[in-house]
């Protein structure tokens, strides 16, 4: 195994059988035996797919505190069963929970009131881990999860998955469990978990808070939180619900409703400004499309290829979401920096950074920063970004004057673009949009021989290079019905180079504000949304933040979620790694000490004995990348039989 301080492989002169297997021959060394088991016994275990009979049900095991029915709680039904009622109207499917007493009321009515079905409870072993589920699971079903926290606590351990929320415009609902009568509520414990203000913690990234102190209050408060998150700009909403309310019996008295919901009309660009768009995206000569978070819904990503079919104009994705198939002829991939320098009229659809699109920096001492667009170049600007802005956290990137602002959701406004565009075409234009297509054509299928060949370098090596994991891992996976629930660009986008992003569903972008903990459990709520469409759910995962939140593994073997782990183990927090190399080169040192502070080795991590650990089947640690092939086809059988399952995969940096 290379060693970190050590060179990679070298590569190799790039042969027929490589370049076949990238364009979908078979595997290279299917034949290749199964790599040696650590432990051979579970091993043997895993190979055939099985594991050892569980012990009893630690149900049996706890100790049952004996209190009569009914005892000390008076008459009625209590304000829990209420408040389930309320989730089953908003349809909220599922509440992942940390339990906690100030969360006891409505956890015991889900159990015992709702039976755990609509909703169900999903039982996470951080609250960190249970807001990126939330996350991963909304960017697929284009709804809410709703989350359980504890007080104070539970807060605290959350923000840094809301604030990725916050950060990639995602729908997210978060209940959090207070004591705020400190005449009623228990001392010690209960009191310090108390406060007066619970969601201060949360308010510079939650698009809305409340804290109803009624039943009453609480169903208007949880309405018009779903209107408030499923509305663009979308983002987590906040919800702190007493524990008293929760616990203690309806008011006899009480007249409740569950107001229904009605969803506000998206707000879509103002008709005068899309005539002015759609005018200059006719009339220019190199027009270009750039998206993040255009495709809001799976229509997104019909209708942007509509809107670029009409100009036959290039389209930079930005990967916040699969906004435009991979393989289209139009997708600028491979030519990023020609196009922008090229383009004499930029439209960016639901950008998180304009400014970055079209302007450059240079890490380095001296900053010097340059602009990447000719003089003269218009720029139009669709987002919802600029219908809500919060002041404190920078999320929103620095400022970029635009020709035509459309403070508007993208999606939703692109119908009435490419209308206007159609109407706008005459003959002239007409004959440039044809030209563009021949030439979009050419220049596409150059770029992807190019990345191809790329591909080939270091195909050998061992530990594995991030090109021949993501082909080995697309020829597992490509006959199925497959949706990558991970990133990929720590892994220099290599799955977007070579597989064939096509469908709505196959991508959902990264964590947003780029917080290390997001992907395993981001991936494990969006395997449990594509659960119920019987898709293969993949998600190829860093090593480093597998470690920030590894109990997700345990949460779905518990929950039986179905889905594909390939550890993209590479045995350092790299991106760490090069910040370090490059301040070294500004000071004039040496970089032979970048590793200390960012490996993550000495011990290195057995991540497939980590998952046994927690019941999950598991291969490696592999760094012979002849054995993927054979590892891989046998863990996509179990994954499509329910189970999820992990490869550890020892891998080169990028």
Same mark, same amino acid.
Request: glycine share 8%; hydrophobic share 40%; charged share 20%.
């Given at each position: 195994?290379? $060693? /970190? ?6 590569? @190799?002169?790039?042969?027929?059988? +490589? ?6 021959? &078979? ?5 290749? %035996? ?16 099985? +594991? ?10 706890? @100790? ?8 000390? /709680? ?16 908003? $349809?909220?499917?599922?509440? %992942? ?16 009131? =709702? ?37 104070? #606590?539970?807060?605290?351990? &959350? ?11 995602? !729908? ?25 203000? !619970?969601?201060a913690i949360v308010r510079d990234f939650t698009k809305w808070d409340d804290q109803p102190m009624s039943l009453q209050a609480f169903a208007e408060a949880m309405t018009r939180a779903y209107q408030i998150t499923m509305t663009p700009l979308q983002a987590p909403v906040a919800i702190s619900i007493d524990g008293h309310m929760q616990d203690h019996p309806i008011p006899a008295n009480a007249k409740l409703r569950i107001p229904k919901l009605i969803m506000p009309s998206v707000p879509q660009g103002e008709t005068g400004?899309?005539?002015? =768009? ?36 290039? #389209? ?65 600007? *669709?987002? &919802?970004?600029?219908?809500? *802005?919060? %002041? ?18 993208? @999606? ?22 044809? $030209? ?9 299928? &150059? ?7 790329? =591909?080939?370098?270091?195909?050998? %090596? ?22 990558? #629930?991970? +990133? ?32 395993? !459990? ?17 998600n190829i995962q860093n090593d480093g933040d597998a470690m920030f939140a590894p109990g997700v593994l345990w949460t779905a073997m518990h929950h039986k979620i179905p889905l594909l782990t390939v550890m993209h183990n590479n045995r350092a927090y790299h991106q760490e790694v090069m910040h370090l190399q490059r301040l070294a080169s500004w000071r004039g040192r040496g970089a032979d000490r970048q590793w200390i502070g960012t490996i993550i080795d000495r011990p290195a991590i057995d991540f497939a004995m980590l998952a ?20 891989? $086809? ?8 329910? @189970?999820?399952?992990? *490869? ?7």
């Open positions: 195994m290379t $060693k /970190h301080s050590e060179k990679p492989t070298s590569a @190799e002169p790039i042969s027929a059988d +490589r370049r076949s297997f990238l364009k979908g021959a &078979a595997i290279a060394g299917a034949a290749v %035996a199964m790599p040696s088991p650590n432990n051979n016994e579970a091993q043997a275990q895993i190979s055939a797919g099985t +594991r050892k009979a569980a012990p009893p049900p630690t149900s049996e095991l706890l @100790e049952h505190v004996a209190v009569p029915v009914g005892a000390g /709680h008076g008459e009625g039904r209590p304000g829990g069963d209420f408040m389930v009622d309320v989730l089953r109207a908003l $349809k909220i499917e599922y509440v %992942a929970t940390n339990p906690a007493s100030s969360c006891r009321g409505l956890h015991e009515s889900i159990n015992n009131y =709702a039976m755990n079905k609509s909703p169900e409870l999903l039982t996470v072993m951080h609250e960190e881990s249970g807001a990126a589920m939330a996350h991963g699971y909304a960017k697929v079903t284009g709804k809410p999860m709703a989350c359980l926290f504890h007080g104070t #606590v539970g807060m605290q351990h &959350a923000t840094m998955a809301m604030y990725n929320a916050w950060c990639d415009r995602v !729908p997210m609902i978060v209940m959090a469990g207070n004591h705020l009568d400190a005449a009623d509520r228990l001392p010690g414990v209960p009191t310090t978990h108390a406060a007066q203000d !619970p969601m400004a899309v005539k002015d =768009a759609a005018k200059l995206l006719v009339g220019a000569q190199n027009p270009v499309i750039v998206v993040d978070r255009a495709a809001r819904t799976h229509k997104g990503q019909g209708l942007i290829v509509e809107l670029a079919e009409s100009l036959n104009a290039a #389209v930079i994705d930005q990967l916040g979401r699969q906004n435009f198939p991979n393989r289209h002829y139009l997708h600028g991939e491979g030519r990023v920096d020609s196009l922008i320098r090229d383009a004499d009229v930029i439209i960016g659809l639901e950008l998180t950074d304009f400014w970055g699109t079209v302007n450059g920096i240079t890490d380095n001492p001296e900053q010097p920063q340059s602009t990447r667009i000719k003089e003269g170049t218009k720029l139009i600007s *669709i987002t &919802a970004k600029d219908l809500y *802005i919060r %002041a404190n956290y920078q999320d929103f990137q620095r400022f970029q004057q635009v020709d035509i602002p459309i403070a508007a959701d993208a @999606e939703a406004t692109l119908p009435s673009l490419i209308e206007a565009i159609r109407s706008a075409m005459d003959p002239a234009a007409k004959a440039r949009v044809e $030209k563009r297509g021949e030439l979009h054509r050419k220049a596409r299928a &150059a770029a992807r021989e190019r990345m191809m060949t790329a =591909a080939t370098l270091a195909w050998d %090596a061992s530990p594995i290079s991030t090109a021949r994991l993501s082909a080995e891992i697309w020829a597992a996976v490509k006959d199925h019905d497959w949706a990558m #629930v991970s +990133r990929d660009s720590s892994l220099s986008n290599w799955p977007h180079r070579i597989w064939n992003f096509d469908k709505p569903y196959q991508f959902i972008g990264g964590p947003g504000g780029a917080g290390v903990g997001y992907n395993l !459990p981001a991936s494990v709520g969006a395997a449990l949304a594509h659960r119920e469409h019987g898709r293969l759910a993949v046994r650990s927690m019941g999950m089947s598991s291969f490696g640690p592999i760094s012979n990348p002849n054995e993927l092939g054979p590892v891989l $086809k046998r863990a996509v059988a179990m994954v499509k039989s329910g @189970e999820p399952v992990l *490869i550890d995969a020892i891998t080169q940096p990028r």
